[in-house]
């Protein structure tokens, strides 16, 4: 039996709505001046409110960032699992999640360019979480993929983690190049995993 959703209040849609007004407009803030030159003013600015009024949002600079990255890797996870529905065959399913994930870091240049920065902002508990999330989802999609004969036993989850691996190595070279060449990495990443996963001879 299903559970019906309580609906939310009025005061719950004004401030989801706001919610999300506040994490676009810090995304585009971000994308224009990089982290370091970012102000909660300029931020309220962009979101239409007063400072004053977004730090009963967010009380610092840090607890924002912190909502932007959850709130990317909700995105990411959605994004994937909405184009891996869209086909059953294994080979575009994981070709699904690689162009969803180029594409994702493409538009969120400036987070990417933020956790190399500090690499440490990946593993507060919240983004760790949402992470998880998302690699569970990808784990499942090879879990699913691999059950046949095409394919050696594999660890679902090790491989999904070695696929998005394959898929930072390839933005490390660049994350505005052309659609050709994006074209291209996923090509590149989704032979390179398949060629490591095929039991049958790939020469």
């Known amino acids: 039996m299903s559970t019906v959703q309580p609906s939310k209040t009025k005061d719950e849609v004004v401030r989801d709505f706001r919610t999300s007004g506040i994490l676009d407009a810090a995304n585009e803030v971000i994308a224009e001046q990089g982290w370091k030159d970012v102000s909660m003013e300029r931020i309220a600015q962009v979101a239409g409110l007063s400072k004053g009024t977004l730090y009963l949002y967010?009380?610092?600079?840090?607890?924002?960032?912190?909502?932007?990255?959850?709130?990317?890797?909700?995105?990411?996870?959605?994004?994937?699992?909405?184009?891996?529905?869209?086909?059953?065959?294994?080979?575009?399913?994981?070709?699904a999640i690689v162009a969803t994930a180029m594409e994702h870091a493409t538009k969120n240049h400036a987070l990417i360019e933020i956790l190399r920065a500090d690499p440490t902002l990946i593993h507060l508990a919240p983004v760790q979480r949402d992470l998880d999330r998302y690699l569970n989802s990808v784990s499942k999609t090879i879990a699913q993929g691999t059950r046949g004969t095409a394919f050696r036993r594999i660890n679902a989850r090790r491989?999904?983690?070695?696929?998005?691996?394959?898929?930072?190595?390839?933005?490390?070279?660049?994350?505005?190049?052309?659609?050709?060449?994006?074209?291209?990495e996923i090509d590149d990443v989704v032979h390179f995993f398949f060629h490591g996963i095929s039991a049958g001879d790939n020469s």
Request: glycine share 4%; net charge positive.
């Open 58 to 95: 967010f009380k610092n600079k840090e607890s924002l960032l912190q909502r932007v990255f959850e709130h990317a890797l909700v995105e990411l996870e959605t994004s994937t699992t909405q184009a891996t529905q869209e086909t059953t065959v294994f080979e575009s399913r994981v070709r």
């Open 159 to 184: 491989s999904a983690r070695h696929l998005l691996a394959l898929v930072r190595g390839s933005l490390s070279d660049g994350l505005r190049e052309s659609r050709s060449q994006q074209r291209q």
